[in-house]
């Protein structure tokens, strides 16, 4: 098992700046790639930005260039740096890990962008 929590939610203004982390333990051995995905109430769960053990990244178009995931492998944790936030990024935040073929699920952490 994988337990993943999710830090670093809040309320900010449109413009602000928010940094996520999702710290992972357990059987970590073999996690293949890492992710964080969002959910706006009324939506489907969707992509934000993933990251793969070579470091190789995936964003979601509607966050390119605002959003920055990494992550510190020493720590085993995963950041989302997201900047110049926009009301429409107001969401529940989680963060996945992929271990083929099972995926875990952190509890989420509340994103709230204002006007």
């Known amino acids: 098992q994988v337990q993943l929590v999710e830090s670093g939610g809040g309320l900010v203004q449109a413009g602000g700046s928010l940094r996520l982390s999702c710290a992972a333990s357990?059987?970590?051995?073999?996690?293949?790639?890492m992710g964080w995905y969002r959910q706006a109430p009324g939506k489907q769960r969707e992509l934000v930005a993933t990251?793969?053990?070579?470091?190789?990244?995936n964003y979601a178009y509607s966050v390119k260039g605002r959003f920055t995931i990494s992550r510190d492998n020493a720590k085993n944790t995963v950041y989302l740096q997201m900047n110049s936030l926009k009301p429409e990024d107001t969401a529940v935040y989680y963060c996945?890990?992929?271990?083929?073929?099972?995926?875990?699920w952190g509890q989420g952490t509340q994103v709230t962008v204002s006007s």
């Open positions: 990251i793969t053990n070579g470091a190789s990244t």
């Open positions: 357990g059987s970590i051995f073999g996690i293949n790639a």
């Open positions: 996945n890990a992929v271990r083929f073929p099972t995926t875990y």
